[in-house]
């Protein structure tokens, strides 16, 4: 059997019907468009997330304080009361792996400066928090261990608060009011852009964690703190070391559970990439779904042409095409369009991921495998959807099918 | 030398619910090469079903085809689509011509399905296409050519695997009389200066009677078989009749 005039056969009918084999190759395009669009979409969503964590530094640590248990229920991590600044001190003192440490107290806060205001997120923190955070100050400066000590009332303010309420103006040294405190501003940090997550990461003011503590929360616990270990290699032996203290701190006996948590990078990352990977997986299958309407989108077609062209194949059938002859020419016809519209489908998959990692600021990961997998999968699609109507077309008997009007 | 057609004690019973048809009652018939046979009778004689099983589109019930001296009645419908492509031509009433497709391809169709080289298959359909009289038209569609043209295309598409036996059922049903002398004139041409073998289903005894002999059946049995007494001439009719109002080309 010679398969190159069968091909063209195949086309030239194909071509014939233009808006109809376009239609129904539209519901492979799009199948195969959006599995690589949203794939692509959640690798760059996770590669971001990755490289975020990254930037926060591979020797970090976070410790928080268990969730709070009342009766049965155990509530959030952080939102225990059992670390306070003591414990904090007694980590920084005496665990050997661990550099720096910072609590973290986040409150939400507006923040008034003349006639402006503008609602952020105020973290306390101590003196050590930018170098564990890779913050830097581009005017004025941090706040001092005295400062900490002091419960001083001063602020060091991100670029989003500054702009927001200094419009033009040097905030260095002015007075702010926060939750109707009067704040010096003593700093402005540098830009750090958007967070894997999509927040805005300059809308913050950082004030000591004792004044937020007292001041702001009226709170004599630290709901988490974040904490440096002296080199990548030492997170583990730090996070040993904590554990252990603050094991004995609290008194907790063998075999009870902690009241406080210990998490390091390496978990969060596996975490975030978990979750991201999840929703790749999903929109991916979504996609798929749609994949699946376009392949029988082929085989309804494909039905309707076998009905149509019964004379056709009586004809051919009768000069000698055996029915595999036939049945080729058929499946060769529903292969070429899921084929066909695979291809433009990646054509549109890689155009709606471009457009969306523009939308997104994300990188545009495209998949190689995820594009051979979806040329892949319309050819099988048109092959599984086009086998039925192909064998229907092979098994007419040519004097029926001579006679069929 | 094996006669083209030999059918022994053909028997067709269709069972489709209800009272069986019998279709067939023992027919024999032995048709030798270079042969010209018409087959007449009324609809529903059994002549379409003796066509259908002469061109290996239906087997029998039961007896024997002998189809240039093989046995083709237990053959698979592979091993049948095959003997239809090498050894049989076949010409229907309506043309059966595939539409939206050029002469040419059409008259390529059965070698499509052969080990033929592409760059062969054209030069033997541009032969074919030349012997019916329409090497110029090759690129005509159906739409763009009348019956009589049509039906040429067929002919040459029923000639392009130069088979042992052309068929033809009601070849001139859905012509004019004058283009029906000129299709018969054709077949009389390619019967008396090829030595084609041919078999003509007609139910008009005018048409009957270009044929060298003529079958008639009734009831699904042959009553009559006998040569043809006063055997019309197709070429001497055309030069004897006034010139046709369209042109028409030289027949090879």
Redesign the interface.
């Known amino acids: ?2 398969l ?3 091909i063209r ?1 195949a086309l030239r009918a194909l071509v ?1 019907n233009k808006a109809r084999s376009f239609l129904t190759a539209l519901g492979i395009i799009i199948g195969v468009g959006s599995v690589i669009a949203m794939v692509s979409l959640g690798q760059g969503a996770q590669q971001q997330v990755e490289q975020q964590i990254a930037s926060m530094g591979t020797n970090m640590l976070i410790v928080s304080s268990g969730g709070q248990r009342s009766g049965g229920l155990r509530g959030a991590m952080g939102t225990g009361t059992a670390l306070t600044p003591e414990d904090i001190q007694a980590i920084a003192r005496e665990a050997p792996a661990v550099e720096a440490v910072s609590p973290s107290v986040n409150a939400s806060v507006t923040v008034v400066y003349g006639n402006q205001n503008w609602t952020t997120r105020a973290e306390g923190v101590s003196e050590s928090y930018p170098a564990i955070r890779n913050w830097t100050v581009a005017s004025g400066t941090f706040f001092t261990p005295m400062d900490v000590r002091a419960s001083a009332r001063v602020a060091v303010i991100g670029r989003t608060v500054a702009n927001q309420l200094f419009a033009g103006e040097d905030p260095v040294g002015r007075m702010i009011r926060v939750r109707n405190l009067p704040f010096r501003v003593i700093g402005v940090l540098d830009s750090k852009g958007q967070s894997g997550f999509g927040q805005d990461q300059d809308d913050i003011l950082f004030v000591p964690y004792t004044t937020a503590m007292k001041k702001l929360l009226s709170i004599t616990y630290v709901p988490s703190a974040f904490i440096s270990a002296v080199s990548s290699e030492a997170t583990f032996a730090a996070q040993d070391q904590i554990e252990q203290l603050l094991r004995q701190r609290h008194g907790i006996r063998p075999g009870q559970e902690d009241d406080f948590r210990v998490r390091n990078l390496t978990d969060i990352a596996e975490t975030a990439a978990q979750t991201t990977g999840v929703m790749t997986l999903l929109l991916g299958s979504i996609a798929g779904v749609s994949l699946i309407v376009g392949g029988i989108g082929i085989m309804n077609i494909m039905l309707v042409s076998v009905t149509e062209r019964t ?2 194949i ?12 036939v049945k080729m020419q058929f499946l060769i016809e529903s292969v070429v369009l899921g084929l066909a519209g695979g291809l433009a489908g990646i054509a549109a998959g890689v155009g709606v991921s471009f457009v969306l990692s523009q939308v997104f600021g994300w990188p545009q990961l495209l998949s190689p495998a995820a594009i051979l997998a979806s040329v892949i999968f319309s050819v099988a699609v048109g092959v599984f959807f086009g086998y039925y109507p192909a064998h229907k077309a092979a098994s007419l008997d ?2 029926e099918a ?1 006679r069929y009007e | 030398m094996n006669p083209v057609i030999e059918i022994r004690n053909v028997f067709k019973t269709y069972t489709g619910g209800g009272e069986p048809v019998h279709a067939l009652r023992d027919v024999s018939l032995t048709v030798g090469g270079g042969e010209f046979v018409a087959i007449m009778g009324a609809s529903g004689s059994g002549k379409s079903t003796l066509m ?1 099983t002469l ?1 290996c ?2 087997r029998p019930t039961r007896g024997e085809y002998l189809l240039d001296g093989t046995e083709v009645t237990r053959l698979s ?2 091993r049948r ?2 003997i ?3 050894k049989i031509g ?1 010409v ?1 009433q309506g043309f ?3 539409s ?1 497709t050029s002469a040419i391809e059409n008259v390529e ?2 070698l ?4 033929v080289p ?1 760059r062969e298959a054209l030069r033997r359909s541009r032969e074919a296409l030349g012997m019916v009289g329409l090497a110029a038209r090759e690129h005509h569609h159906p739409n763009q050519l009348s019956g009589g043209q049509q039906q040429r295309v067929a002919i040459a ?1 029923a000639l392009v ?1 130069h088979p042992s036996l052309l068929l033809a059922d009601e070849p001139t049903g859905n012509l004019d009389t004058r283009t029906s002398i000129e299709i018969m004139n054709l077949f009389q041409e390619l019967n008396r200066e090829r030595g084609i073998t041919i078999v003509l289903v007609t139910h008009e005894p005018d048409i009957a009677a270009y044929a060298k002999r003529i079958i008639v059946m009734r009831d699904g049995r042959i009553v009559r078989d006998q040569p043809v007494e006063n055997r019309r001439s197709a070429a001497e009719e055309l030069a004897a009749a006034p010139p046709p109002e369209e042109e028409v080309e030289e027949v090879a």
């Open positions: 059997m010679k190159a005039p069968i056969i014939r004379r056709e009586g004809i051919r059938m009768a000069v000698g095409a055996r029915s595999r002859h040519p004097i001579l | 259908n061109g589109l239906d419908a592979d689509a095959d239809r492509n090498r076949f229907f059966n011509l595939l939206r169709l059965p499509l399905y052969t080990d592409e598409r695997n």
